[in-house]
């Protein structure tokens, strides 16, 4: 499938999920290219009057820049009792709507966003949907920096293959906005989620991983029909 393909299924989607933000809602801004999109569409709502008095709870830094960018009120966990609705991508999204998230480095915060949302969108293109998780998509596992040799080997212990994510335009290592490390573990096939995601979280020193178990509500699905990108639930 085409770059530019992929960006419209990215784009259709994501305008999709921000369509269903209704005024006065506090909103969990998730992190990557396709809640990007969303991101900017709900500037649009706003300015145009469509869309009225949202405030905006950031999973990662670039949805805070994004938010600010296009004119979103932000507020803190700390200032809101509940969060009505969240959008997030996702790197894969099997058939339970379990999801491997992480692509980004920001799957912990993700995670307690989306956790804490009455309704949580997540956003895909259709090169996201699997089988099985763990076929395409290595787990992410964020770790505390001191922690990495005892983690990789525990992970290696449980039959993964870790790899220090390593920066692009960086030297060295990622560093994820809380100031840790992510192995990205190749497991082959997961098929156990909600019993591996605890598992994972169980090792000393790692902070959460990419399984997302019984979070997501609603996966909106961007796909190319007859040459046109349109949006499926799945
Ligand atoms: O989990 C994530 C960030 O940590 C992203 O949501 C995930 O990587 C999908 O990104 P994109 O929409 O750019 O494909």
Do not use: C, W
Not at 14 to 35: D, F, H, M, P, Y
Not at 170 to 190: A, C, E, Y
Request: charged share 25%; proline share 6%; aromatic share 4%.
């Amino acid at each position: 499938m085409s770059e530019d393909a992929v960006k419209a299924m990215k784009q259709q989607v994501g305008i999709a999920a921000a369509q269903r933000v209704q005024s006065g809602s506090i909103v969990g801004l998730g992190t990557g290219s396709t809640t990007a999109f969303a991101i900017e569409h709900l500037g649009d709502r706003l300015k145009s009057g469509d869309l009225k008095d949202i405030k905006g709870i950031p999973t990662s830094f670039q949805a805070s820049v994004l938010a600010k960018k296009y004119g979103i009120p932000l507020v803190t966990l700390d200032d809101v009792e509940k969060i009505d609705i969240a959008i997030d991508g996702a790197d894969e999204v099997d058939p339970n709507k379990v999801l491997i998230k992480g692509g980004g480095a920001a799957h912990t915060r993700e995670k307690i966003v989306d956790s804490l949302a009455d309704v949580f969108i997540v956003v895909v293109d259709s090169t996201k949907l699997v089988e099985t998780l763990g076929s395409t998509f290595p787990l992410p596992v964020e770790v505390l920096p001191v922690a990495v040799s005892p983690v990789t080997r525990a992970l290696e212990a449980l039959g993964g293959k870790p790899e220090l994510r390593m920066g692009v335009k960086k030297d060295g290592p990622v560093i994820t906005d809380q100031g840790n490390m992510i192995l990205d573990v190749t497991f082959g096939s997961i098929p156990n989620p909600a019993e591996f995601e605890k598992t994972l979280n169980n090792i000393p020193g790692v902070l959460d991983n990419g399984l997302f178990v019984g979070l997501a509500d609603v996966v909106l699905v961007g796909e190319i029909k007859e040459g046109q990108p349109i949006v499926r639930e799945l």
